[in-house]
């Protein structure tokens, strides 16, 4: 048992109702919570009516666990002509956490300030400049996207993601807040996955602990893929996202055009690219095997996951995603590209990773994956339940006791710390 001690986190999303960035600042704080006295500073308008009825119905939460509000200040109509002035919004939200901070800390003395969420390195707030033990992460968004992809995305994807990446290059290595934050002394960084691990290393000389910004949720049922009941039935192949040209569905309908088996392509989520993918099917013939569900509840997505027999993961630009670590629970083998934070949770126990070349050869290697697949079913099944093996790996109560791992020995490297 870790002693206990008292921790402020800056978790601008945090939410018990949702997934991705909130869902992760409230599986975190509540975590930590079972263990040490937690004060979280997050954002009023979309956490707070959520957190306070939450609250309301588990009162025990409260016993160690205490929460700040800030309101951040917004223009939506400025955003939509350019969205970028988020951060401009997002920069003074966090300016008035550290200030808010400042006060709680005379009042509580805590051990360690943490900078929790959001994940991405561009605003690494201001808790960094308050003398205590400072631990920074998950950190996420250091990596580009491959650029020998770009081109296949389209017009607006090609624009989009070129000038990331080149804004990327310019922001990882000029951006004096972030280097200030990662290279002050008592200080711990956490990256959300090996890649991000390299470029912390590469770009500020510091190291990291990797922690994924995902985890695990415990689920009420166990479900290894459905077997096959013959090689003569189709594989059910599952797909899952925002509907943008980063998630780059396109790239696995250029594989399924070229195989040689049997199949169904199940597509949840809705976007921006619906269409233009849905046309694309169209032209390539493969309409006939595409079911498209938009987004739906959540019980009838569990319901075609765990009927599935293979979940294909095509993003050029992600870190791990939710999603991920669901496939896995569901027993479902992953065939995905081999970077990201796919390139960390994906494994050769649990799925198939192709090579991040060109487009062209990863169609060809999507295609000879989920041929293989088909093909040979004993592999097929090793792989799934390697897959719920392989998620128990990212239990939230995994990464928290890695934190409080990260938390005792930064204490035990500071001389002012009893």
Not at 230 to 236: A, D, F, I, V, W
Not at 286 to 302: F, H, M, P, V
């Amino acid at each position: 048992m870790p002693k206990k001690l008292k921790i402020l986190i800056s978790a601008y999303a945090c939410s018990p109702n949702r997934g991705s960035e909130p869902g992760m600042g409230w599986n975190f704080v509540i975590g930590l919570s079972k263990f040490h006295e937690v004060h979280v500073i997050t954002e009023t308008l979309k956490w707070k009516k959520e957190i306070e009825e939450h609250l309301a119905i588990f009162p025990e939460y409260k016993n160690n666990l205490n929460f700040y509000f800030i309101e951040k200040k917004r223009n939506k109509k400025l955003r939509k002509i350019w969205p970028p002035s988020y951060y401009w919004f997002y920069k003074k939200w966090q300016k008035n956490a550290y200030h808010l901070a400042l006060e709680l800390d005379k009042k509580v003395n805590f051990d360690i300030v943490h900078q929790l969420n959001m994940v991405g390195y561009r605003e690494p707030g201001y808790l960094w400049k308050i003398d205590k033990p400072f631990v920074w992460g998950p950190i996420g968004g250091l990596e580009n996207s491959p650029w020998s992809f770009l081109p296949s995305l389209g017009i607006k994807g090609l624009l989009f993601y070129t000038g990331r990446n080149i804004y990327n290059i310019i922001q990882r290595n000029f951006s004096k807040r972030a280097k200030q934050s990662a290279k002050r002394t008592k200080a711990s960084l956490i990256s959300a996955t090996p890649g991000n691990n390299k470029l912390i290393n590469d770009l500020w000389n510091n190291n990291s602990e990797i922690i994924c910004e995902v985890g695990q949720e415990k689920q009420d049922i166990e479900i290894i893929a459905t077997k096959r009941i013959s090689t003569t039935e189709p594989l059910k192949i599952i797909w899952s996202g925002q509907h943008t040209p980063g998630k780059n569905l396109q790239l696995l309908l250029d594989a399924l055009e070229n195989v040689t088996v049997p199949y169904e392509l199940h597509i949840l989520g809705k976007g921006e690219m619906t269409n233009k993918w849905k046309k694309i099917a169209q032209n390539k013939g493969l309409s006939k095997y595409c079911n498209w569900y938009g987004w739906i509840e959540r019980q009838k997505a569990i319901d075609i996951m765990s009927a599935g027999h293979v979940f294909c993961i095509t993003s050029i630009s992600d870190l791990t995603s939710t999603v991920t670590l669901e496939a896995l629970s569901y027993g479902l083998p992953i065939v995905c590209l081999d970077h990201c934070g796919f390139a960390h949770v994906v494994n050769k126990t649990c799925g198939l990773k192709i090579p991040v070349t060109t487009p062209k050869k990863a169609i060809i290697g999507f295609k000879k994956a989920i041929e293989t697949l088909y093909f040979d079913e004993s592999l097929r099944q090793k792989l799934a339940e390697g897959a719920l093996i392989r998620a128990q790996d990212f239990s939230w109560e995994g990464k928290i006791e890695k934190l409080n791992s990260i938390y005792t020995k930064l204490l035990s490297e500071d001389p002012t710390h009893t």
